[in-house]
């Protein structure tokens, strides 16, 4: 009984939760936020937006840079960095990470900084793969 039990627990588990990520955000929902990795907390990666689609996407320009100022080539005493960060844009915010661990938000409209936090890490330890932070999460 406890070895069907178990997957049945998971399976109902799984469709509370597809149930509550429907109910927050409804197909056809036009909410531009992406507030989890891949899009919502299944990680879908879609997007019910259609402003971008086939027959423009290659018309696309780039609308704004920003440079977080973040790396290192692995000299001296620091590893070397590695840009891996999965922006999240939430109620008109984007928000990103950099290899040394800051927090940046930006407005994903014009890409101007809003605030930054750095939470000073010691950039010289070992920290595995090396100065590598892949996100954030809300």
């Not at 909410?31 to 937006?49: A, E, F």
């Not at 984007?94 to 950039?123: C, H, M, S």
Request: aromatic share 8%; hydrophobic share 35%.
């Amino acid at each position: 009984m406890s070895k069907l039990l178990s997957p049945l627990l998971i399976t109902g588990l799984i469709l509370t939760l597809a149930c509550i990520a429907t109910a927050a955000n409804p197909p056809g929902d036009s909410t531009d936020d992406w507030p989890s990795y891949g899009h919502d907390p299944g990680g879908m990666r879609y997007s019910p937006l259609t402003q971008i689609n086939r027959e423009n996407v290659a018309k696309l320009k780039i609308a704004w840079i920003f440079h977080t100022g973040d790396i290192s080539e692995g000299k001296g005493q620091r590893k070397r960095s590695g840009f891996e960060t999965t922006p999240l844009v939430v109620d008109g915010t984007l928000y990103l990470t950099t290899p040394f661990n800051r927090v940046i938000a930006l407005d994903p409209e014009i890409g101007k900084q809003r605030w930054a936090y750095d939470p000073k890490i010691d950039l010289s330890g070992d920290y595995g793969d090396g100065l590598i932070n892949r996100g954030v999460t809300t």
